[in-house]
Every structure is written in structure tokens, then in C-alpha cells.
């Protein structure tokens, strides 16, 4: 059984910041062949002030973590292979997740088993 994640702040195991971060990390690897930390950094920071939210920096750091372990290591695994001719369908033209992609659903169950 895999061992949860634990946040400071409860409020901070947000599965739709997880998953958009796991779609980022997948992506972005796609497209380069690594695996951007920086990237995941950037766009945790980019969603949580879209959504005017705030987080603590080690829950920061911990989610981001998550996000590249389950895409480098569970998306394969549960099926889920990313490639370049589908990151597009990943997400909408204002790069928000695109909720009616099968791919992004698949992703969101995984994240709220990872949380």
C-alpha cells in the first residue's frame, strides 16, 4: 500500500492542482525528454495564483514532488502514455485541464488515490 503524502494544511491536497501539475510534468516531457522540475515549480506557482489561492511552500514542494512520481512512474502503469500528439487534448486554450478528456479523468482518479 502506498504511503500518503502528508500536508500541513488539509486544504492544501487539492487533487485538481495535483492533477494539472501531473499533466504539466507529462507534457513537458513529451515535448523535451525530461523531466522539468523547474516547469511543475512555475506552473504550481501560475495555478494557485489563477485561483487565488495560497499554499505553504513544503506542501508546495511536496505536491510537486507527487506530481513528477506518479508521472514518471504510475501514468505508465495505469495505462495512461502521454505523447507528443496528445498534450494538446491535455488541456483547453486558456491551459486549464480539459475535464472532458478521457486522459485527464484517468489522471484525476490517480491523483485523488495518490491524496
Not at 69 to 86: N, P, T
Request: include cysteine.
Amino acid at each position: 500500500m502506498p504511503v500518503k503524502t502528508e500536508f500541513i494544511e488539509a486544504s492544501s491536497a487539492r487533487p485538481e492542482l495535483l492533477c494539472y501539475l501531473v499533466a504539466i510534468a507529462a507534457s513537458s516531457y513529451a515535448l523535451t525528454q525530461e523531466w522539468r522540475i523547474d516547469h511543475v515549480v512555475s506552473c504550481c506557482r501560475e495555478w494557485l495564483h489563477k485561483a487565488d489561492a495560497t499554499m505553504h511552500w513544503l506542501d508546495r514542494v511536496r505536491l510537486g514532488q507527487l506530481a513528477l512520481k506518479i508521472a514518471s512512474r504510475d501514468l505508465l502503469g495505469a495505462g495512461i502514455a502521454v505523447r507528443l500528439s496528445s498534450v494538446s487534448a491535455l488541456f483547453t486554450s486558456e491551459m486549464e485541464l480539459n475535464e472532458a478528456s478521457t486522459m485527464v479523468q484517468r489522471m484525476m482518479s490517480l491523483c485523488q488515490e495518490a491524496l
